[in-house]
């Protein structure tokens, strides 16, 4: 397996709505993130993901994009843009951009012209259907509920949406769409961004007919997956991408994939391959799912968890290569969701933080995490503002009449707003986030948790990230270590080892809040050098026995 820059980075994921308002308008923008660049760069990361900065209507908060060359008027504007990747490249990070181009938005170009006649020359950049028996062409659901067909009176067809009605899916069956995708993708790397991250990038091939899939009893429309997950031709269309548009320019990719599994994400990042460098695959964010989906609530078992993780750190071992994330824009945040977010807040937000930056793969940060910023319970629906939340509201309890304080725990437990409430950099109103009222509430802890407190404090959550990221940098046992599974039977720890070149560390967590004992294999020597833990620990400590303490991590190199 090739050594590679992005294999040894860490990645810190930017949102930019909710990062930092320099304006005070509310609104996080780009003269916001420069003002904190050397924030990042005291922390260590090596490359930031930006989230949509495009042009927007904001249907979905810029992932419907009108204008896919233009800077979004509330972020700023492409001089203010220019100048955020010139002092990124000053300071040594790097930038990766959102690509999204499973759809766009319906106020795009493309798609005003696209609904004018079925013999406008975009008509076929998007895919529309004839109604089935005066209904939609099928019945899949949207990701975001409902039917994903919208009817168009203007030609009386539907169009298709696998997001918001106003996210037309496009039609990758065009080659003259796809080469006008590979132009805009040259655009901005031309300009010198340092690669993309591919919004539901194995949605772009459709099955041919878009047949009807299995109703489950009870619902009005289907899980349409199993037609556009990992469709037919996903690898000829990322294969074509890579070599009209990426080749040549030494940058990196990761593609998000709902619903990939190990064999197909070997296929996608296979290094012969040149499709993508790594996948966003969602196993480990679905346990918590019932059969309902995401909205139905189930106890998270540290055991499903560990037998995913193991599943593709072995899967990956050889062939491919490993994205490690437990939280983003569109997951709520992993201290309350993976820990214990109130009485070992700052313990369990370590504890995760090693699992994360000694698994084999590439780590990546999204913004708070590194404070351990926690889930929201706004008082009212009318505090929410993400398109999926509202929407699932008003299907299942305006419409359907469900429990209310049912749903609000769900929103509370799984709402995309939990990550999007706004950075919280000082105790100061608003978190020093804005100077007027945010698009968005901030957390109301945002007193006890925020930057300047964790930077002013060498025992806080941020410092540990340093350290870690440091450690990650001088030990390549961490980037490029195999992975083996220690003490698999336990139902509160997770263990194992990294090897690389003679070496071996050994890693220790406690996902709970008891004191479980760690047993040390036999063919282990007592001792190692303690690399990092997030409690006291005397030098010396035999560790053939060890009770962790509630959350504690201890990572040590064996001699």
Request: glycine share 8%; proline share 4%.
């Amino acid at each position: 397996m090739s050594k590679q820059w992005w294999k040894e980075a860490v990645i810190y994921q930017i949102y930019p709505r909710s990062f930092k308002d320099s304006n005070g308008d509310g609104i996080g923008d780009i003269n916001g993130i420069i003002s904190k660049l050397d924030y990042l760069n005291e922390l260590g990361i090596d490359v930031i993901w930006l989230s949509p900065v495009y042009q927007s209507p904001n249907d979905d908060n810029g992932y419907d994009i009108s204008d896919y060359r233009g800077i979004m008027d509330e972020f700023g504007t492409m001089a203010d843009w220019e100048r955020l990747l010139d002092e990124m490249h000053k300071r040594g990070l790097k930038l990766i951009m959102d690509l999204v181009v499973n759809h766009s938005s319906d106020e795009h170009a493309w798609f005003v012209e696209s609904r004018k006649s079925k013999d406008n020359p975009y008509r076929d950049y998007y895919i529309w259907m004839d109604g089935k028996e005066g209904s939609e062409p099928n019945n899949w659901e949207s990701c975001f509920s409902g039917s994903a067909w919208k009817y168009d009176e203007a030609t009386d067809q539907y169009f298709l949406h696998l997001f918001s009605q106003k996210q037309p899916d496009l039609n990758w069956e065009n080659p003259k769409l796809r080469e006008e995708v590979y132009e805009m993708m040259k655009f901005w790397l031309d300009k010198g961004i340092d690669g993309f991250r591919m919004d539901v990038i194995n949605f772009i091939s459709k099955v041919d007919g878009l047949p009807d899939a299995e109703l489950p009893e009870g619902r009005k429309f289907a899980p349409g997956g199993d037609y556009y997950m990992n469709g037919p031709k996903i690898h000829d269309y990322l294969q074509e991408m890579n070599e009209k548009a990426l080749s040549g320019y030494g940058v990196m990719t990761v593609g998000e994939m709902p619903g990939v599994n190990v064999e197909e994400a070997k296929l996608y990042t296979a290094e012969h391959r040149k499709e993508v460098n790594m996948v966003f695959q969602f196993e480990h964010v679905d346990l918590d799912s019932g059969p309902g989906g995401k909205w139905d609530l189930r106890p998270m078992k540290m055991s499903a968890l560990r037998d995913s993780f193991t599943k593709w750190q072995q899967g990956l071992e050889h062939e491919g290569w490993n994205s490690l994330y437990l939280n983003n824009h569109d997951q709520p945040r992993m201290v309350s969701r993976f820990g214990n977010d109130k009485e070992y807040r700052v313990e369990s937000a370590k504890m995760l933080a090693t699992f994360l930056h000694t698994l084999k793969g590439t780590p990546y940060i999204y913004q708070g995490e590194e404070l351990g910023m926690t889930n929201v319970r706004f008082g009212s629906i009318e505090d929410y503002q993400d398109i999926e939340t509202l929407n699932m509201y008003r299907e299942k309890v305006i419409e359907n009449g469900e429990d209310q304080d049912l749903v609000m725990n769900s929103i509370y437990a799984k709402g995309r707003d939990n990550a999007r409430t706004p950075m919280q950099w000082d105790d100061s109103e608003h978190g020093g986030f804005t100077t007027s009222d945010p698009w968005l509430k901030v957390n109301p802890n945002y007193t006890e948790i925020n930057a300047e407190q964790a930077m002013d404090d060498p025992d806080s959550v941020f410092h540990y990230y340093r350290r870690l990221i440091a450690l990650r940098k001088e030990n390549p046992i961490m980037v490029y270590g195999s992975y083996d599974l220690v003490m698999s039977y336990h139902d509160k720890i997770y263990a194992y080892t990294r090897k690389y070149e003679g070496q071996t560390m050994i890693v220790m967590l406690n996902f709970s809040d008891d004191k479980p004992v760690f047993k040390l294999p036999s063919d282990y020597e007592s001792a190692g050098n303690l690399l990092i833990g997030n409690y006291g620990v005397e030098s010396g400590t035999d560790i053939r026995e060890v009770e962790l303490r509630p959350y504690e991590a201890r990572v040590y190199l064996m001699k």
